[in-house]
């Protein structure tokens, strides 16, 4: 990646909030704190909001913030960007002095930096304001998958007509940017099976109906939902992670629990597992002599990017880095991200902000040693506020063309 075009992203921001930033990085980095429990991290940034410009500051959703940054006009737009808050259970090894100090804790998914760009975007829009107010959203439990629906449960967002957000990648170097419409995470969704037979003696198996037996059957026969049942096209992924049964060598037990996760990048495809793995369970169990007790539980949607909102954070993105630095994904996502709740109720994109320094690892996220590089900071907080700005633009030239009695629809 050119250095000129992060030497944009950074110029975009003063001296001193570069520096508030890095130090606003650095603390939250030092103090993580798990989901639905960032106390601190919800005091720091409410400060840290009020000093960027934001008015109506407040807390929302337990540990969630929010605040608007006033726009050009009282009746243009309103536009809202996200950041997550929440840390991770896993003990940090990337030993830099600002490491967390919070046992078996730390930012191994890059929050520290979606909340600190987050206040850079409210710095630079209070500067150069979009058409309309937008609202800054900094969310708890993105990792457990409920902190956007409890935004959503909340008047945070009531009037908003698009919503932005983006994750760091160390897959992409500092100054790439990720925009483009279409799938870019899965569904994550889990389910629990209860295989249940009939005890009995294991010398005597003809006895009982043996759980273990058709639990084991089940397992590989989940396996081909994917390969027969999904179109080779389309992305999923279905996952027994975890089996428990029995109590001794010589017992068959009366039954045996299966977990699991299915992940799809389509809504279609989405329903489809969840259908055929109570089919699979049911035959599977019946031609075993057993039952399936089978319960799927809901998690976060696909995120799928629509057309117009991709195309405006494309737009954005090159403008503040240059054509060449907004890249293809080129790969299939299947993590889960509940920012695809928001787009269920409102049109946005999510976008990919690259986060490997020059020579630096693509050091995957969840992992002891995940670190975005500093810059990524800056990149996010530039691109962002741009997303405000154009698409503030593009909803008031559908807006003017329909007073205009048009029917051509304006990107």
């Given at each position: 990646m050119p250095p000129n075009a992060v030497t944009r992203a950074r110029d975009s921001l003063e001296e001193s909030e570069r520096q508030a930033l890095v130090a606003l990085r650095a603390e939250l980095h030092r103090h993580p704190e798990l989901s639905w429990k960032e106390e601190r991290t919800a005091a720091r940034l409410l400060r840290a909001l009020e000093g960027a410009g934001a008015v109506d500051v407040r807390r929302v959703a337990g540990t969630g913030v929010v605040g608007r940054i006033r726009g050009l006009h009282t009746n243009g737009p309103r536009v809202a960007i996200r950041g997550d808050i929440d840390a991770l259970p896993i003990a940090e090894a990337t030993g830099v002095p600002w490491a967390s100090t919070v046992p078996g804790v730390m930012h191994a998914c890059g929050h520290d930096v979606?909340?600190?760009?987050?206040?850079?975007?409210?710095?630079?829009?209070?500067?150069?304001?979009?058409?309309?107010?937008?609202?800054?959203?900094?969310?708890?439990?993105?990792?457990?998958?409920?902190?956007?629906?409890?935004?959503?449960?909340?008047?945070?967002?009531?009037?908003?007509?698009?919503?932005?957000?983006?994750?760091?990648?160390?897959?992409?170097?500092?100054?790439?940017?990720?925009?483009?419409?279409?799938?870019?995470?899965?569904?994550?969704?889990?389910?629990?099976?209860?295989?249940?037979?009939?005890?009995?003696?294991?010398?005597?198996?003809?006895?009982?109906?043996?759980?273990?037996?058709?639990?084991?059957?089940?397992?590989?026969?989940?396996?081909?939902?994917?390969?027969r049942r999904i179109d080779p096209a389309a992305a999923a992924v279905v996952t027994v992670g975890s089996i428990h049964g029995g109590s001794a060598p010589n017992v068959i037990p009366e039954s045996v629990m299966l977990t699991g996760t299915l992940r799809?990048?389509?809504?279609?495809?989405?329903?489809?597992?969840?259908?055929?793995?109570?089919?699979?369970?049911?035959?599977?169990?019946?031609?075993?002599?057993?039952?399936?007790?089978?319960?799927?539980?809901?998690?976060?949607?696909?995120?799928?990017n629509?057309?117009?909102?991709?195309?405006?954070?494309?737009?954005?993105?090159?403008?503040?880095?240059?054509?060449?630095?907004?890249?293809?994904?080129?790969?299939?996502?299947m993590a889960g991200e509940d920012f695809a709740f928001y787009l269920e109720k409102f049109p946005g994109a999510f976008l990919r902000i690259g986060a490997r320094e020059p020579g630096g690892d693509a050091t995957p996220a969840h992992n002891p040693h995940f670190l975005p590089a500093e810059e990524s900071i800056f990149v996010g907080s530039a691109v962002l506020a741009e997303c405000a700005r154009t698409a503030a633009e593009g909803i008031m030239r559908r807006r003017e063309t329909a007073a205009d009695g048009k029917t051509k629809e304006i990107a």
């Open positions: 979606h909340a600190t760009w987050a206040i850079g975007a409210a710095m630079l829009l209070r500067r150069e304001p979009a058409l309309g107010d937008v609202i800054v959203v900094l969310q708890p439990a993105e990792e457990v998958g409920g902190g956007a629906a409890a935004i959503l449960r909340t008047d945070a967002l009531d009037g908003v007509q698009a919503i932005f957000g983006a994750h760091v990648d160390k897959r992409f170097a500092v100054g790439q940017v990720v925009a483009e419409s279409g799938p870019l995470a899965a569904s994550a969704d889990t389910f629990t099976i209860e295989v249940v037979g009939r005890g009995g003696h294991g010398a005597r198996p003809h006895e009982s109906a043996d759980p273990i037996v058709g639990a084991a059957a089940l397992v590989t026969a989940l396996q081909t939902i994917v390969a799809a990048m389509l809504p279609s495809v989405r329903a489809t597992l969840h259908d055929q793995v109570r089919t699979v369970a049911t035959a599977i169990a019946t031609a075993y002599g057993l039952t399936a007790n089978v319960s799927l539980d809901f998690g976060t949607p696909p995120v799928v629509p057309t117009r909102e991709a195309e405006w954070a494309h737009r954005a993105a090159a403008r503040i880095l240059g054509d060449d630095a907004v890249v293809p994904f080129g790969i299939t996502n």
